[in-house]
């Protein structure tokens, strides 16, 4: 199977601060993969240092197979327009308004003609369920719906790879199974492949094809979801508390 | 960390960078002759009245260079040893007798070494040569002056006010006249003691002609024999010291004649004298009469002044009385001459 | 507590010529990246008009209150020279050689500099910073150049309004004391300033406005520790580009007369 991200034993410390320690993790080509970890991790960390906003101390990151670190600045930026970040924060543009932040890379980086890029930004935000958002300023946005704007900025370039650091977090049952749902057709109509850092096991049981846990700097598991409920760690039973699993798992099958 | 390293070591390097830049920029600013080539000369002053290093020098006008140095002599004269720096370009001027001063430019008084050209027969001054320093005013100097200005003026306005002052009391001769009624008559009784002078004058002027007549021939004749032999001074001087010859034979001591030409002398020489008194004051206080106003207008008021005509009156009477004293004077010397030569 | 403190001292002369490097080079960036496409022609319209509507009202009112001051403060001076038909000139002179670039520059740098630290370091501790660079978007180009370069337009223009006024502050506090009008007035201003004294010291402002903009941009754009960093960047930007633009201010005026000599 061709995978079109891996890290591999990636190490990152901040000072004496050791956060990633030898991590190693793939995702395949049209896969959607979730990976779990207790707050402060490093599982942020470990997003920035594959889409190149933290260098690791050492380690590999390979898109499409090839690497991405020691990239020029505009050989990395040619690797990121074919890849999508979500920010645990949003981090929407403040200064401008919904509009202006779906447009942002979309001017910048492909060349649509205004139509179409009006096209586009309503598409995306019929989407997130959020059409009457369009010419608000972000500051009226309360977070759940930043939160699906930023879900909006990022699929709106249509990458090969999205990076979701905690898509769903904040927002409503209904909610998180709408953006479950529309990772997976993402997943489905274009061949977008996902990266998922989330704690929401309702999401995860939607869009997980495999599941990754990172403990104390190293992954320590890697398979299906069903597969990790059952594990005799205590780490990961407490993780996955049973009555949480069942509960959620329960809802989804039924 | 080596990044971190080499960031120190790069914000040391531009810091040192900048400090260089701005030290250079003020050395050439304060020192603008820095790149241009220089010659050293050498000047004195007693007082350089806050002459800064780095003041401008000036030759005519033009910024010559600079003074690179200021040193007290070490002896007793007080003298301080100004170094000043010219550019090549004006060394063809500097010549030995050219002349240095301190002088202040513009109104706030920045001071400047003003170079004052030589002549052109002198030899050019060397390197390190001397030029003569021209002690300026200092003003110590100026404030003396002003003060003897002012003392000046303080006692002449005192002078006034004490004039005016007796001239409102009454007293002194200008006083009097100002005050008196009688002024017209002080002026001509003036006058007319002008006229009685040139009276006595004219008659004892008939008295030394008289007298001249008395001599008669005799003298004239003597005068052009002195004449005559005035040429053999020596056979002069014998013929006097022996009493022989014309003149010796002539004048003989305690004759009625040699008393009477004493009495004359002495007598002429009074006349004279009161004369000269006489026209003198005449003079002057008919000048101030008619130059002042307060004067002026007094009299015109009372109708007394006929200015003209007054005016040409004692002109000419002044001018009378000038001659002569001139008469006079002359007839003396010829009378002392003749004196002497008895 | 004597090695504590030393440590302390080592680690702030070092954070001093670090910084030194760091602005350095985030400034010479400046001059390679504003070649570079995309140009943000409608970024940099936008920052000038901010920049100029923030500015304005306070500028204004500096520039009318310092040829205001400086006419009053001068007349007495002057009359006890004799001199004060000089003073037209010599308020224009004193506004337009220094007291208008400096001052101006350094309100713009109170004003704008804070803000620019203040923006940008909020966009980096929101990480709005990074999700421009995830974008593929460089984000010196798009926040900082068209920043830098909206300061180095627009501080000039302040400037000359700020001369203005300063020299209208000053026929304002003249016909005060003594009737002159305004075109005698504006006559005498015009003939004592020269070309020397009015394009070096223009020239001045685009350097000022530089320092401004780069000191504001560089504070921001790597600000750190959330909130609190915010605040530090827009006051340490204040405070640094005030320091920079006397410096600076200092070097030039020297340059100036050494290569305009009067
Ligand atoms: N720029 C940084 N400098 C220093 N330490 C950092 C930095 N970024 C993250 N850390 C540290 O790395 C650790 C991991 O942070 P990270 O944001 O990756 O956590 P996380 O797993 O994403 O947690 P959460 O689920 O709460 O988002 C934290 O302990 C944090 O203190
Ligand atoms: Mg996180």
């Known amino acids: ?254 | 960390m080596a990044k971190q390293k080499s960031a120190v070591k790069l914000g040391i390097f531009i810091f040192i960078g900048f400090a260089i830049l701005v030290a250079a920029v003020y050395l050439i600013g304060g020192k603008s002759s820095l790149f241009t080539s220089t010659f050293t000369i050498k000047t004195y002053f007693h007082d350089i009245q806050g002459l800064k290093s780095g003041t401008v020098v000036r030759l005519s006008g033009i910024d010559a260079g600079s003074v690179s140095d200021i040193q007290i002599v070490p002896d007793n004269t007080g003298r301080v040893e100004v170094t000043l720096n010219l550019v090549t370009d004006v060394r063809r001027f500097i010549r030995i007798d050219t002349k240095a001063s301190i002088e202040t430019d513009g109104l706030v008084g920045n001071k400047v070494i003003v170079l004052k050209l030589g002549s052109e027969s002198a030899p050019l001054v060397k390197d390190f040569g001397y030029i003569e320093g021209e002690e300026p005013l200092g003003f110590g100097a100026i404030i003396a002056e002003t003060q003897g200005i002012l003392k000046y003026t303080k006692l002449m306005t005192k002078n006034l006010a004490d004039i005016t002052n007796k001239v409102n009391n009454g007293e002194g001769t200008l006083g009097k006249i100002l005050n008196d009624n009688e002024l017209y008559n002080s002026a001509t009784g003036l006058t007319k003691r002008a006229d009685s002078s040139l009276r006595s004058v004219t008659n004892e002027l008939k008295g030394i002609t008289g007298l001249f007549d008395t001599l008669g021939t005799g003298v004239r004749t003597v005068v052009r024999n002195i004449d005559r032999v005035i040429g053999n001074v020596d056979s002069i001087i014998v013929s006097v010291k022996a009493g022989k010859g014309v003149i010796g034979q002539m004048f003989v001591n305690g004759s009625k004649l040699d008393t009477s030409i004493t009495n004359t002398i002495q007598n002429v020489e009074k006349i004279t004298s009161d004369t000269r008194l006489a026209a003198s004051r005449l003079a002057d206080n008919m000048e101030a009469l008619k130059h002042n106003w307060l004067f002026k207008s007094y009299f015109e008021k009372r109708g007394y002044w006929e200015a003209g005509k007054a005016e040409a009156d004692i002109d000419a009477k002044t001018k009378e009385l000038n001659d002569k004293i001139r008469l006079l004077d002359q007839k003396i010397e010829q009378l002392k001459k003749i004196d002497n030569k008895k | 507590m004597a090695d504590d403190t030393e440590l302390k001292g080592k680690g702030l002369l070092k954070r001093f010529f670090e910084t030194i490097s760091n602005l350095s080079l985030f400034s010479i960036r400046f001059f390679k990246e504003v070649l570079l496409p995309p140009y943000e022609f409608a970024e940099i319209k936008k920052h000038m008009y901010e920049l100029g509507v923030k500015t304005l009202p306070i500028v204004s009112v500096t520039g009318f209150i310092i040829g205001l001051v400086l006419a009053m403060q001068s007349q007495p001076v002057l009359k006890r020279f004799g001199a004060e038909s000089f003073l037209p000139a010599m308020v224009s002179l004193s506004v337009v050689r220094e007291l208008g670039p400096v001052l101006t520059a350094l309100i713009f740098a109170g004003r704008v500099s804070s803000g620019i630290g203040a923006e940008l370091g909020s966009m980096r501790v929101t990480e709005q910073i990074d999700a421009m660079e995830v974008s593929a978007i460089h984000p010196y180009r798009f926040l900082v150049v068209t920043r830098i370069l909206a300061c180095t337009l627009i501080l000039p223009i302040l400037t000359l309004y700020v001369n203005f006024l300063a020299v209208i502050g000053g026929f304002i506090a003249m016909t005060l004391t003594e009737s002159i009008n305004l075109q005698f007035y504006l006559n005498s201003v015009a003939d004592s300033l020269k070309f020397v004294d009015i394009l070096p010291a223009l020239g001045k402002t685009f350097i000022f406005g530089f320092i401004v903009g780069s000191v504001g941009a560089y504070k921001g754009y790597n600000a750190e520790n959330g909130t609190v960093g915010v605040g530090q960047a827009s006051t340490s930007s204040v405070v640094l580009a005030s320091l920079l633009i006397l410096l600076v201010d200092m070097v030039l005026v020297k340059v100036t007369v050494l290569l305009w000599p009067t």
């Open chain 1, 1 to 254: 199977m061709a995978y079109i991200i891996e890290a591999l034993n990636v190490c990152k410390a901040f000072g004496s601060n050791v956060i990633l320690d030898d991590v190693s993790c793939q995702v395949g080509a049209g896969e959607n993969l979730v990976l779990f970890g207790k707050s402060g991790t490093g599982k942020s960390v470990l997003l920035k240092c594959i889409i190149g906003l933290l260098t690791p101390d050492s380690g590999e990151i390979l898109f499409e197979g090839k690497s991405l670190l020691n990239l020029s600045l505009k050989e990395l930026n040619e690797q990121r327009k074919m890849i999508g970040f979500l920010f645990q924060s949003a981090a929407l543009y403040d200064s401008m308004s919904v509009r202006e932040n779906l447009e942002f890379p979309l001017i910048r980086n492909f060349k649509f003609s205004a139509a179409d890029r009006e096209k586009k930004v309503k598409d995306v935000l019929e989407k997130v369920s959020l059409e009457n958002a369009i010419d608000i300023m972000p500051s009226e946005l309360s977070g759940g719906m930043k939160k699906r704007i930023g879900l909006a900025r990022t699929i709106i370039s249509e990458p090969k790879l999205i990076l979701y650091d905690e898509p769903t977090t904040g927002l409503d049952p209904i909610t998180t199974k709408e953006i479950s749902h529309l990772i997976n057709n993402l997943q489905r109509d274009l061949k977008i492949s996902s990266l998922i850092v989330t704690h929401d096991l309702m999401c995860a049981n939607i869009v997980a094809d495999k599941a990754i846990v990172l403990n104390e700097g190293k992954i320590i598991f890697e398979g299906k979801l069903e597969e990790l409920t059952k594990k005799e760690d205590k780490f990961l039973k407490d993780f996955f508390s049973p009555e949480e699993i069942q509960h959620n798992s329960g809802s989804s099958n039924g």
